[in-house]
């Protein structure tokens, strides 16, 4: 039987290696991808993932199971870490390599992803992080909010937002020809 996040977590504390490598493989590449799309930048998105293991060894992290999930915990770590790497680094908009990184890279090859993808992109923060969660990592409206720490209906009424301006873009572009490169 698979052992829930919070139990490897113990076992890690005691010294388990193979807990955390368990852990380490079962969240570092959903963390990976969030970084990515949140930052646009691998290098982030590869530092973040890191850091967010590194500060659940770190004897004095303040995950309290009590309070919310493992899981929960490690993202709002992720979701700290892209915004200080983001305000370090200068960097308001992510770049176009965020979507180059893994699956969706082979779809969003036409003008028209081009094009979807640079509004995803140029969402704020806080709308872009609930289309990625619920869009692209195909998380539940519950998942997404306790990731987010947030109630169910700020995720959809975020979402609704969301969706609402990537549409308003798109319709703004395709009335005005303008390509994906200029957007």
Known sequence: ???????????MRKGNQQAFAELYERREPGLYRYALYMAGSEAIAEEVAQEVFVQLM??????????????????????????AAL??????????????HDI???IISSEA??????????LPPRYREVVVLCDLEERSYEDSARLIGCPVGTVRSRLHRAR????LKLKRLRATGVSAEVA
Do not use: C, T, Y
């Not at 992803?113 to 140029?122: Q, T």
């Open 58 to 83: 770190n004897a004095r992290m303040n995950f309290d199971d009590q309070r919310g999930s493992l899981e929960g915990w490690m993202f709002g770590v992720a979701r700290n870490l892209v915004r």
């Open 164 to 167: 609402g301006l990537l549409a």
């Open 113 to 122: 992803s081009e094009m979807v993808r640079n509004a995803v992109r140029d």
């Open 104 to 106: 969706l890279g082979g």
């Open 1 to 11: 039987m698979d052992q829930s996040d919070e139990e490897l977590f113990r076992l």
């Open 87 to 100: 305000r370090k680094s200068r960097v308001e908009e992510p770049v176009d390599q965020a979507f180059d």
